[in-house]
């Protein structure tokens, strides 16, 4: 789908973001395994999110999906049902991730695969760890999707130590951890989203966390949960971008996660000179949830890196588009996890950086944009990627003139209502 972007004014108003994908993901899977009923409301919308529902009721879990509010009839620890197909997770690396440390500890073997995009990512990080607790997974060409997953009842305890930081990997050796017969053990040494062991603890497991170690008790006994899923950081990020570069803008966004592992986002924002306020914050289902509210403002740059970076991983593509407009620019480097995304993040960005004007220089770890950059209007390109979509619509909206979007249905991985909220925000 081609979609034509034209430039606007500022944007204003106050606008409600769907829930987030990454929490959405987690209380999916743990309600399925939990006993009894959970009612998860407002969960993402997002395609990847739809492929973890989908991956469930193929393994057994009655789920019923109500606008954005869905209840998972939870059949407890042990009772998932052997999947008569190859499970699909479409584009989504959280679903392919995450369930795997499910399906390494059932009495049964499965396979999961995606889509194109998925199917080139690698899988060695969930591979290694799950064949050290004794399930066998078997890869295309040693390390890609689809897998085999030879599952074991008999799943060990672990004692890990993450090689990266990666909250998806620490989520897989968790959720394996919670069959197995004692400790299981994730040690951090740069801190990740937390959301999994939150979502953990408020499903009832014992689950303890000190110094960047995570300690959790298996055979974990499940109970199924009312939850909210706040709304999404990362997608509040294209919302902010756009009001920080778009002079008058003011935006009001609500019921937004504020999770401080996530909050490096507003942190560096704020650091560049951005003009970001948190309003209302409330603890909900042990997340923190708030008002974000943000105008337009003259940003300073900076430079993303090391923990920084690790933190940013997904902001990164419209914090490029912030640091072409602001004063200093951006440089971003630590960043080589950006090539095995759902595109390579890193030369998709560049690309449609250079066709709009913008100079940046290409790292293998990164990228330098200088600031003060004039945006032109441009044929951009997805490539498939949902962040990449959305940061260069926003993009688009400092342009001087219409922009063309190729393969614009991207952004409904993550958010499909974005097209319509920005069109909510713009004022032209």
């Not at 108003?13 to 407002?42: F, M, Q, T, V, W």
């Not at 049902?81 to 049964?108: H, K, V, W, Y």
């Not at 902010?240 to 008058?248: C, D, H, N, Q, W």
């Amino acid at each position: 789908m081609q979609k034509t972007i034209s430039p606007a004014r500022c944007v204003q108003g106050s606008l409600l973001l769907p829930g987030d994908k990454s929490i959405s993901h987690r209380y999916a899977i743990l309600a399925s395994i939990a006993e009894g009923d959970s009612r998860l409301h407002n969960f993402s919308t997002g395609a990847d999110c739809q492929s973890t529902l989908n991956a469930m009721r193929a393994l057994g879990v009655e789920i019923e999906k109500e606008n954005n509010d869905v209840t998972v009839r939870g059949r407890g620890l042990d009772s998932l049902r052997e999947p008569s197909a190859m499970l699909d997770a479409g584009n989504s690396g959280s679903t392919i991730r995450m369930l795997s440390g499910i399906l390494a500890a059932q009495p049964f073997n499965s396979e999961i695969g995606g889509d194109e995009s998925l199917s080139r990512r690698p899988m060695g990080r969930i591979m290694e760890p799950l064949a050290t607790m004794g399930a066998r997974v078997e890869a295309r060409d040693g390390r890609y999707p689809p897998l085999t997953i030879h599952g074991t009842p008999n799943i060990q305890p672990l004692d890990y130590t993450l090689p990266v930081p990666s909250a998806q990997v620490k989520t897989c050796v968790l959720f394996a951890g919670c069959y197995a017969h004692g400790e299981t053990i994730v040690r951090e040494a740069i801190r990740s989203r937390d959301h999994s062991e939150i979502a953990l603890r408020e499903f009832g497991a014992d689950i303890s966390v000190s110094r960047r170690v995570i300690r959790l008790q298996g055979r974990a006994k499940l109970t199924g949960r009312e939850m909210f899923v706040p709304s999404d950081l990362s997608s509040a990020a294209f919302f902010l971008v756009a009001a920080l570069i778009l002079p008058g803008s003011e935006l009001q966004l609500r019921g937004v996660g504020l999770n401080p592992t996530r909050s490096t986002l507003l942190d560096f924002l704020v650091s560049t000179g951005a003009d970001i306020r948190i309003l209302k914050v409330e603890e909900v289902n042990g997340e923190l949830v708030g008002e974000i509210a943000v105008r337009h403002s003259i940003v300073q740059g900076g430079v993303i890196d090391e923990e920084t970076t690790a933190a940013l991983i997904d902001e990164i593509p419209v914090l490029a588009v912030l640091g072409a407009r602001s004063e200093n620019g951006i440089t971003i480097r630590d960043a080589g996890e950006l090539r095995i995304k759902e595109t390579d993040r890193i030369e998709t960005v560049v690309e449609n950086f250079r066709r709009m004007g913008v100079h940046v220089d290409e790292f293998e770890d990164g990228m330098h944009i200088p600031g003060k950059q004039t945006f032109r209007p441009a044929a951009f390109d997805s490539f498939g990627d949902h962040r990449i979509a959305m940061a260069f619509a926003v993009a688009a909206l400092a342009a001087g003139g219409e922009s063309q979007l190729d393969n614009a249905e991207a952004a409904s991985v993550s958010f499909p209502e974005f097209y319509g909220l920005l069109d909510e925000a713009r004022m032209s």
